[in-house]
């Protein structure tokens, strides 16, 4: 089993930069394919990025393409989502997801484990 926590939100203006956490506690991230999601007030929950547990291949929603990186450190077993040049229509509650020898897929009940999320606002 493996416990995350995200951390890094806050509020920002439009085409800032922010770099989000997610950090894992109990056992490796090597095995586990890792996600963000994003769910906006009154929207459902939405994949924004993916990344295979073998750290080779990711996968963007369009939305967010060009402008946001995922990544991992195995060792300091934390996710990172890197957004730049963000926009108000970013604004949600980014959570990370994790899938033990999974696919990336969008679609949210595929991932087994989830963090708490965090709040990021941007203004214009």
């Known amino acids: 089993q493996v416990q995350l926590v995200e951390s890094g939100g806050g509020e920002v203006q439009a085409g800032d930069s922010l770099r989000l956490s997610c950090a894992a506690s109990?056992?490796?991230?090597?095995?586990?394919?890792m996600a963000w999601f994003r769910q906006a007030p009154g929207k459902e929950r939405e994949f924004a990025a993916g990344?295979?547990?073998?750290?080779?291949?990711?996968y963007y929603a369009e939305s967010v393409k060009g402008r946001f990186t995922i990544s991992k450190d195995n060792a300091k077993k934390t996710v990172y989502l890197q957004m730049s040049s963000l926009r108000p229509e970013d604004t949600a509650v980014y959570y990370c997801a994790a899938d033990q020898w999974g696919s990336i897929t969008e679609v949210a009940t595929s991932y087994e484990y989830w963090g708490q999320g965090t709040q990021v606002t941007v203004s214009s």
């Open positions: 990344l295979h547990w073998n750290g080779e291949r990711r």
């Open positions: 109990g056992r490796a991230l090597s095995p586990y394919t």
